[in-house]
């Protein structure tokens, strides 16, 4: 079956850092792009950050300079490394795959980031 | 950065209804706009991709058409299992991959 499963979301401090894991199986990981879209309770969706086949890396303008992307090919992952966490960054993460201008085919579940005080 | 609008924001449907939705785009685009489902507590799920293609398994009362700037999304008779939320989305200017608002159908 062709899946993707999120893990790593938790609560954390303001200024705080986090890692999110993608696991995927499958279908040939390398051969994807991925990307990481958040969804704040009750609103719409928002991508986040994405990374290519290549390795070249690509992020929104609200998390560019604090939010990494990156991924092991030989693990089948990809990750979110989230640092200087701010409130306007609780929302559910999911993580996505696409192939070059195609769309998002195949999302994970979700996992719960909560960035409070 | 193009800016996809959906409307109306909340659609209320009859089942065996039909419901249309619309996405309109700052900018004219290609065809690589897909349509997404969310159900409450679900993560997105690929319905439309290229303007009108139906991705497998989804049912042929969802149909999709649209250039240039509009586009629409057509439930042709609701079923319970669609009342959900539905978003658009450009996928061809990137980055960014943008998304609409999204439209909330609910039962009338």
């Known amino acids: 079956e062709v899946q993707l499963v999120e893990s790593g979301g938790d609560w954390v401090h303001p200024g705080g850092s986090l890692r999110l894991s993608c696991a995927a199986s499958?279908?040939?990981?390398?051969?994807?792009?991925v990307h990481w879209v958040r969804q704040p309770t009750g609103k719409g969706l928002e991508w986040v950050s994405a990374?290519?086949?290549?390795?070249?890396?690509y992020y929104s303008d609200s998390v560019r300079g604090r939010f990494t992307i990156s991924r092991e090919n030989a693990k089948n992952s990809f990750y979110l490394q989230m640092n200087s966490l701010r409130a306007g960054d609780t929302a559910e993460y999911y993580c996505?795959?696409?192939?070059?201008?195609?769309?998002?085919?195949?999302w994970g579940r979700g996992t719960i980031v909560t960035v409070s005080s | 950065e193009i800016v996809m609008t959906q409307s109306p924001a909340t659609l209320s449907v009859s089942p065996g209804e039909r419901a249309t939705l619309s996405c309109r785009a700052s900018?004219?685009?290609?065809?690589?706009l897909a349509w997404y489902q969310q159900k409450p507590g679900q993560a997105p799920r690929l319905l439309i991709y290229?303007?009108?293609t139906r991705a497998a398994g989804i049912p042929a009362r969802f149909s999709a058409t649209g250039s240039g700037t509009e586009f629409t999304l057509t439930i042709s008779s609701l079923q319970s299992e669609d009342f959900a939320v539905y978003y658009c989305?450009?996928?061809?200017?990137?980055?960014?991959?943008?998304f609409g608002q999204g439209t909330k159908v609910d039962i009338k």
């Open positions: 996505a795959r696409s192939r070059g201008y195609e769309a998002f085919d195949i």
């Open positions: 499958g279908f040939t990981f390398s051969l994807y792009d």
């Open positions: 990374m290519g086949t290549a390795g070249d890396t």
């Open positions: 900018q004219s685009l290609n065809s690589n």
């Open positions: 290229d303007t009108s």
């Open positions: 989305q450009y996928y061809n200017n990137w980055p960014p991959w943008t």
